[in-house]
């Protein structure tokens, strides 16, 4: 129950970065914890109790004993596309900085190059 | 209300107060270590949670990569908010 | 103004979410789906681990879509900042305990990365994680040292190498088997090292793939730095 109430939560914290804040590295800082938030939500859904971690170690396990494994190899692809995400949005504000000498959104009105 | 029940509470109240601390400061630098610190809380987590495949990937790729990505990108332009 | 309205939202938005949340009991059974995967995962595919054999063998087409995304990201940051004049870099050398150290721990960390991915199927791991410990191990050696180079196009020769044999081992279950990605090798006893079918083949190549983009992208953009 409780990993439900933290998950939303940092969910929130990172949504309320992404909406109010007025510095672009700090809207790319928020869009990474709602990314957090929406990994833990994932893994805390797939959780039976008393269960182990799904493999097959030792000759005497049987499937009941075991937590489920499809959110996990969903959340394996999602962590290495939220970093490639990261990437790329921060290579633009590199070269936005080189432009317009600027970080504040209000700022940056013009669209023309 | 066994020992593991209250070592995940306490692990959820450094989380959250992390985050906060991320979003509500001016130097961008302690706000990047803020992200970090959630990601390494967030690796034990998981482990708790009996998968240990995913606290491996969060632990190699949401430590040191992106950290070290935001850090290249602030001294690469401003380091205080305004 | 702002401010109000964004917390007045999200405040609507936890409320109701967690209102749903708290009808799903924690902790209960199993989906069926995970029931199946669990349950057949050594029969049929000869792999201890199960989120390996569902990552590779059962989901094996998302994994391909995966390694493409991850290339694009790459290649597009170097696109965005590229700079035809970019010389050397322009960071300092660190001190004499960091540089001595750096040069022993290196070797090993890669051995760890190595290890990491040869054996995917056996124990938790596998080749996002192998290749993200070596491009970590590379970026140790690139802080310590200002003249450390990489060779840009026995790397880029590595990547593209990587990429063509998962793509020529799908091509060859769809020719000796049924379908695309199909296991055509013998599964062998589960718990060795050689067993699996193509599970180990398809990670060795996922690994050497992700520690060579990972290392592009550090150096595209520690190249940047005047």
């Given at each position: 129950m409780i990993y439900y109430a933290t998950s939303i939560l940092l969910i929130l914290i990172g949504m309320y970065a992404v909406l109010v804040k007025k510095n672009l590295i700090k809207i790319v800082i928020g869009l990474s914890i709602v990314d957090n938030g929406i990994h833990l939500l994932l893994i805390a859904i797939g959780y039976v109790k008393d269960g182990t971690a799904?493999?097959?170690?030792?000759?005497?396990?049987?499937?009941?004993q075991m937590v489920d494994p499809v959110p996990q190899a969903l959340v394996l692809t999602a962590i290495v596309i939220g970093l490639a995400v990261t990437a790329v949005a921060l290579s633009l504000i590199i070269r936005l900085y080189d432009h317009?000498?600027?970080?504040n959104i209000n700022k940056i009105r013009k669209l023309k190059w | 209300m066994n020992w593991l029940m209250i070592v995940v509470v306490i692990l959820s109240i450094v989380l959250i107060i992390a985050a906060v601390f991320a979003v509500y400061q001016k130097d961008l630098l302690l706000a990047v270590i803020g992200t970090s610190a959630v990601s390494v809380v967030l690796s034990v987590l998981f482990y708790i949670l009996q998968a240990p495949d995913v606290a491996l990937t969060e632990a190699a790729i949401g430590v040191a990569l992106t950290t070290i990505i935001f850090v290249i990108t602030i001294k690469k332009t401003r380091r205080f908010e305004e | 103004m702002r401010k109000v309205i964004a917390i007045l939202l999200l405040f609507i938005i936890g409320y109701y979410s967690l209102d749903v949340l708290f009808k799903i009991p924690f902790g209960e059974n199993a989906t069926g789906v995970g029931k199946h995967y669990l349950e057949s995962t050594v029969k049929e595919?000869?792999?201890?681990n199960s989120v390996t054999a569902i990552v590779v063998?059962?989901?094996?087409f998302d994994t391909l879509g995966e390694v493409t995304v991850l290339f694009l990201a790459a290649t597009g940051l170097g696109a965005i900042l590229y700079d035809k004049k970019a010389k050397k870099r322009a960071l300092q050398n660190a001190s004499l305990i960091v540089k001595t150290s750096s040069k022993i721990i290196y070797p090993l960390i890669a051995l760890l990365g190595a290890y990491v991915f040869v054996h995917g199927h056996l124990t938790p791991g596998g080749g996002f994680q192998g290749g993200a410990i070596i491009a970590t191990g590379v970026l140790l050696m690139f802080i310590s040292y200002r003249s450390f180079e990489t060779n840009h196009k026995a790397l880029s020769i590595i990547e593209s190498l990587a990429g063509m044999t998962f793509v020529t081992i799908g091509f060859a279950g769809l020719i000796y088997g049924?379908?695309?990605?199909q296991n055509i090798l013998p599964l062998g006893i589960?718990?060795?090292?050689?067993?699996?079918?193509?599970i180990p083949l398809i990670y060795v190549a996922v690994g050497f793939k992700v520690g060579a983009e990972l290392t592009t992208l550090l150096d595209n953009l520690l190249k940047t730095i005047k």
């Open positions: 799904p493999i097959f170690s030792k000759p005497g396990l049987t499937a009941n317009h000498k600027t970080l | - | 595919t000869g792999a201890v063998s059962y989901r094996g049924t379908s695309f990605l589960p718990g060795e090292l050689f067993s699996a079918g193509i």
